[in-house]
């Protein structure tokens, strides 16, 4: 009996790609707005959605990923080099880790500066430090830098790959992680 793997991605899968996609562009955005946190910064309307959306972002990335372990990606297209497809596997694997390691380290510089941290006012999220915990004020730049250097510049690698797939080479990578097609 031959098992043909699927030839796209789960409904599952694409949904929380193109669901993280856009909250993170929202976050971004937020980020970008919202008050520069100082030491006696207040917590604003903004810098408070900035910490529901992290949080939110985070507990879809631990969904995700746990998704992601236990359903295979489909195969990769035949056609396309094995260096690109492998390059393309290190770029999406930093990815996830990056969407983990900087909303925690945002998770613990809200912490360390001993700011109210609540998932859309509906219930409070607990402090990973004691506020101004010896150590660990490096958590806010470091946030700040992975963010903007890490996610933005991978993101943009993996987006333009994903547009020389359809646009130039015609193939159906992008195809795979397209809702209906
Ligand atoms: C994927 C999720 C996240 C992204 C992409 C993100 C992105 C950013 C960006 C771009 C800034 C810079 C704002 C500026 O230019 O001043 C920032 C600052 C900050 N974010 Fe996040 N953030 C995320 C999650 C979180 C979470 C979950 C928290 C807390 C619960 C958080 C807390 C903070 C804090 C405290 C700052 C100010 C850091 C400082 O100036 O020292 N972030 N974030
Ligand atoms: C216009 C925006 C985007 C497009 C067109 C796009 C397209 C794609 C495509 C076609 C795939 C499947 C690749 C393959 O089958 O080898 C994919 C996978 C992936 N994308 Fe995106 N993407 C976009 C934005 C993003 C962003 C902003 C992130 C995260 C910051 C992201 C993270 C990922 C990850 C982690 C995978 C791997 C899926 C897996 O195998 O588990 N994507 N994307």
Redesign the pocket.
Same mark, same amino acid.
């Given at each position: 009996m031959v098992i043909t793997a699927p030839a796209r991605y789960t409904r599952t899968a694409i949904v929380l790609h193109w669901l993280i996609f856009l909250l !993170?562009i929202v976050?971004?955005i937020v980020? +970008?707005s919202?008050p520069? =946190?100082g030491r006696n910064t207040p917590v604003t309307t903004l810098i408070s959605v900035?910490?529901s959306l992290? %949080?939110l972002? !985070?507990a879809l990335i631990v969904v995700r990923l746990a998704w992601r372990l236990t359903h295979a990606a489909p195969p990769q297209d035949a056609s396309v080099p094995r260096w690109q497809a492998n390059l393309a596997q290190v770029v999406q694997w930093l990815l996830y880790l990056l !969407?983990l390691v %900087?909303?925690l380290l /945002? +998770?613990l510089?809200?912490s360390y500066?001993g700011?109210p =941290?609540t998932f859309f006012e509906m219930f409070p %999220?607990p402090p990973l430090l004691a506020t101004h915990a010896a150590g660990w004020s490096w958590t /806010?730049?470091i946030?700040?830098a992975v963010?903007?250097y890490g =996610?933005l510049v991978l993101a943009g690698l993996h987006i333009a790959a994903a547009l020389y797939h359809h646009f130039i080479r015609h193939d159906r990578v992008l195809q795979r992680m397209l809702p209906g097609a």
């Amino acid at each position: 009996m031959v098992i043909t793997a699927p030839a796209r991605y789960t409904r599952t899968a694409i949904v929380l790609h193109w669901l993280i996609f856009l909250l !993170l562009i929202v976050q971004f955005i937020v980020g +970008w707005s919202m008050p520069h =946190i100082g030491r006696n910064t207040p917590v604003t309307t903004l810098i408070s959605v900035h910490f529901s959306l992290g %949080v939110l972002i !985070l507990a879809l990335i631990v969904v995700r990923l746990a998704w992601r372990l236990t359903h295979a990606a489909p195969p990769q297209d035949a056609s396309v080099p094995r260096w690109q497809a492998n390059l393309a596997q290190v770029v999406q694997w930093l990815l996830y880790l990056l !969407l983990l390691v %900087v909303p925690l380290l /945002g +998770w613990l510089n809200a912490s360390y500066r001993g700011m109210p =941290i609540t998932f859309f006012e509906m219930f409070p %999220v607990p402090p990973l430090l004691a506020t101004h915990a010896a150590g660990w004020s490096w958590t /806010g730049d470091i946030h700040i830098a992975v963010a903007e250097y890490g =996610i933005l510049v991978l993101a943009g690698l993996h987006i333009a790959a994903a547009l020389y797939h359809h646009f130039i080479r015609h193939d159906r990578v992008l195809q795979r992680m397209l809702p209906g097609a």
